[in-house]
């Protein structure tokens, strides 16, 4: 093997990978990450067009289900909350396109 450093190819768009992207968003945390998060190789362009997507993700998840949770609590009270302070329409638009549904399953009793 020679001394040359390995070019690395952008894991979104397969140009030239200056850093890192998180595979589960960061954001879902709200205290230390756990120990071991898998990456994939990123532009810096692919990196930072994917953190709206993040918050958003983020957000609608700790709006769904267990409200009790503390890991969502703290995630609404905090990082949630900030958010939908500094991108109104998003709020907006969680709420008027949330719907409850009814989840049922071939093997559901």
């Not at 362009?45 to 009790?68: K, P, W």
Request: charged share 20%; glycine share 10%.
């Amino acid at each position: 093997m020679s001394g040359r450093r390995r070019r690395s190819i952008c894991g979104l768009c397969g140009e030239h990978a200056d850093s890192r992207e998180h595979f589960v968003p960061r954001g879902l945390w709200s205290g230390p990450l756990p120990n071991r998060i898998e990456t994939i190789p990123a532009c810096g362009s692919c990196n930072a067009g994917s953190n709206g997507d993040d918050e958003y993700f983020r957000n609608i998840l700790v709006l769904m289900f267990d409200q009790t949770h503390p890991q969502k609590q703290a995630l609404f009270v905090g990082a949630v909350k900030r958010t939908f302070k500094q991108h109104p329409g998003w709020a907006k638009d969680a709420l008027t396109k949330m719907t409850v549904q009814r989840i049922s399953s071939p093997w559901a009793l």
